[in-house]
């Protein structure tokens, strides 16, 4: 992967599908992105087996019309923050620049601190 850093600003990266067929499932794909990313890695933080296991419920209940008053469960708490505690994880370990693009729940809050990792750029 190369993208210069005095063009592009960022990698937007989505852990949980959102629209369209930008997840990125493979872990190995993930990883290499992060470890080898100078510029930030924006992240859309949600667990897809999560999503998908949530969504397998409600469609049991619903069928396919399920009301949209249960996106909040379909998209819960525990995917988020589990998704979001992966990508701090990831961060940490290849010191990595971060921005998670929305934030869920407090519980995520509590994953990040004001320490922030050295630029790469110098």
């Not at 600003?9 to 852990?15: A, E, M, P, V, Y």
């Not at 525990?78 to 971060?98: D, G, I, P, Q």
């Not at 407090?106 to 922030?116: H, I, P, T, W």
């Amino acid at each position: 992967m190369k993208a210069d850093p005095r063009e592009v600003c960022g990698i937007k990266l989505f852990l949980g599908s959102s629209t369209g067929n930008m997840l990125v499932e493979n872990e190995n794909v993930v990883r290499e992105l992060f470890r080898n990313s100078v510029i930030p890695v924006a992240v859309h933080c949600e667990d897809e087996a999560t999503i998908r296991k949530n969504t397998e419920i409600y469609r049991k209940k619903y069928g396919e019309e399920v009301p949209v008053s249960m996106h909040p469960l379909i998209r819960s708490r525990e995917a988020c923050f589990k998704s979001s505690s992966h990508a701090v994880s990831l961060a940490k370990e290849y010191n990595t620049r971060l921005h998670i693009l929305h934030l869920s729940t407090a519980d995520e809050m509590k994953l990040l601190s004001s320490d922030r990792p050295p630029d790469r750029n110098g």
